[in-house]
């Protein structure tokens, strides 16, 4: 029966694309009452062959504005973590463009790179799960390529703060109140909200229309007690990264305890020698030294390797999934 399902995902995959390589292309989500503009990024399966694209410095391998490969294909949305940008996963986002998914990355408003008015907040707390709905709202609407879309395969990747992110919007439930234990000696600013006596203004929201998920280095976990986590009923697949090499307090290791805390059993990846921002896009030469901290792993930590196997990992993972999904 494995080898079955595996052959299975196989043909599956073929049957979505004979993309080559990724497309890519910017758009822009207009703002309205739920909340401000949000610049999007969309990764397409391509038949053309790739080249280097600069973008804030970072190099990208893709097509711009290729036509996509491909109908009813799978969509991806991912979140970026504490102050990150849409460009931060690029070769992932590639990858599984690669392999026949739509993905489409945005910019959290109020918590990247550029923008850190609202990082650690109470209200980017709230609003990072609703910016994940108007994401996928725009894509099966608003998106020009919309009708490409298969509406019931959509996944979610989520790194560090987008790992908060994605469990909230599989299902989590924050607990968001004055007296948490562990929040009132964190340097969060929404903790000390809440011990101020402040209330998130707006209800926490979950989007079912996420069928399962990739959950990196989830930050903070504190905030998920295993109750608070009975509502995830979707599949997951987990990474951590080695706290051994996050001795320095970095926010978002590790997974262990949301391991441990989820209802069903995660697919689990523990990864030896991993610093959190080993998950990050692999770095030319010339961003390993415009941001050591981020490019620099573990002696003898290879990440473009690692990042190989991930991709595969994950690539394997939404596709047994959604292959399993549309079995009659």
């Known amino acids: 029966m494995a080898q079955f399902r595996f052959v299975f995902a196989i043909l599956f995959c073929f049957s979505m694309t004979t993309a080559q390589a990724a497309g890519v292309k910017n758009f822009d989500i207009p703002a309205s009452t739920e909340g401000p503009a949000i610049r999007v990024l969309v990764w397409t399966p391509c038949a053309e062959t790739p080249h280097e694209m600069d973008a804030r410095g970072a190099t990208f391998f ?14 991806i949305v991912i979140s ?10 690029h070769d992932t986002a590639a990858a599984l463009a690669d392999a026949g998914f739509i993905v489409a990355v945005l910019n ?16 980017v707390l709230v609003e990072r799960p609703m910016d994940m709905k108007r994401l996928i709202d725009y894509m099966l609407d608003g998106w020009p390529d919309a009708s490409r879309i298969d509406t019931q395969h959509i996944g979610l990747y989520g790194f ?5 992110t994605g469990l909230v919007v599989i299902g989590g439930d924050p607990d968001l109140r004055k007296g948490l234990p562990n929040c009132g000696t964190s340097s969060l600013r929404a903790c ?24 990196i280095d989830p930050f903070p976990v504190f905030l998920f007690p295993k109750e608070n986590l009975k509502g995830i009923a979707v599949p997951v697949q987990l990474w951590s990264s080695d706290p051994e090499q996050n001795a320095n307090g970095l926010s978002g290791c590790c997974a262990a305890a949301i391991n441990e805390r989820l209802p069903a059993k995660a697919d689990y990846h523990f990864v030896q020698n991993a610093k959190h921002y080993s998950f990050l896009a692999t770095c030319t030469s010339k961003e390993l030294q415009e941001a050591p901290a981020i490019c620099t792993d573990a002696p003898g930590f290879d ?26």
């Open 62 to 75: 893709a097509v711009p504005g290729c036509p996509i490969a491909g109908e009813k294909l799978p969509l």
């Open 80 to 89: 970026h973590g504490r102050r990150g940008w849409f460009g931060g996963h």
């Open 108 to 123: 959290h408003p109020g918590d990247t790179w550029r923008d850190t008015s609202r990082t650690d907040s109470l209200s």
């Open 160 to 164: 560090s703060f987008g790992g908060y």
């Open 192 to 215: 000390k909200q809440l011990e101020n006596g402040e209330l998130p203004d707006q209800p926490i929201k979950h989007d079912p229309r996420v069928k399962a998920a990739v959950i």
């Open 303 to 328: 990440r473009v390797a690692f990042h190989r196997a991930l991709h595969a990992d994950v690539v394997a993972f939404f596709h047994q999934h959604f292959t399993e999904s549309s079995k009659p």
